[in-house]
């Protein structure tokens, strides 16, 4: 079982930009697919990215491509998502999730997952 944390939210104006960290314990980190998703108020839960156990393949939900990156350090037990040219649509929690068996967009198929990040886009 892995544990997450996340940091590095916060109030960012429009364009500027923001890194998440999200820190597991408690397992092989490395034996973990990771993924990003947000849910902002009143909305369901989206799907942002997503990094194979070895980093060397990534997923973007189409509103955050090219603007933002997933990566990870397996030495360091961390995910990490790069975001800049935030827009206040990009106004959410941000939440890390980890799964041992799928490489997926579905949230359904991650069985562990953080407490959330708040981010705010002001504009």
């Known amino acids: 079982q892995v544990q997450l944390v996340e940091s590095g939210g916060g109030l960012v104006q429009a364009g500027g930009a923001l890194r998440l960290s999200c820190a597991a314990s408690?397992?092989?980190?490395?034996?973990?697919?990771m993924a990003w998703f947000r849910q902002a108020p009143g909305k369901e839960r989206e799907f942002v990215a997503t990094?194979?156990?070895?980093?060397?393949?990534?997923t973007y939900g189409d509103s955050v491509k090219g603007r933002f990156t997933i990566s990870r350090d397996n030495a360091k037990n961390t995910v990490y998502l790069q975001m800049t040219s935030l827009k206040p649509d990009d106004t959410a929690v941000y939440y890390c999730?980890?799964?041992?068996?799928?490489?997926?967009?579905?949230?359904?198929?991650?069985?562990?997952w953080g407490q959330g990040a708040q981010v705010t886009v002001s504009s």
């Open positions: 999730a980890a799964s041992s068996r799928s490489y997926s967009r579905d949230p359904n198929d991650y069985a562990y």
């Open positions: 990094i194979i156990r070895s980093g060397s393949t990534t």
């Open positions: 408690g397992s092989t980190f490395s034996a973990y697919n």
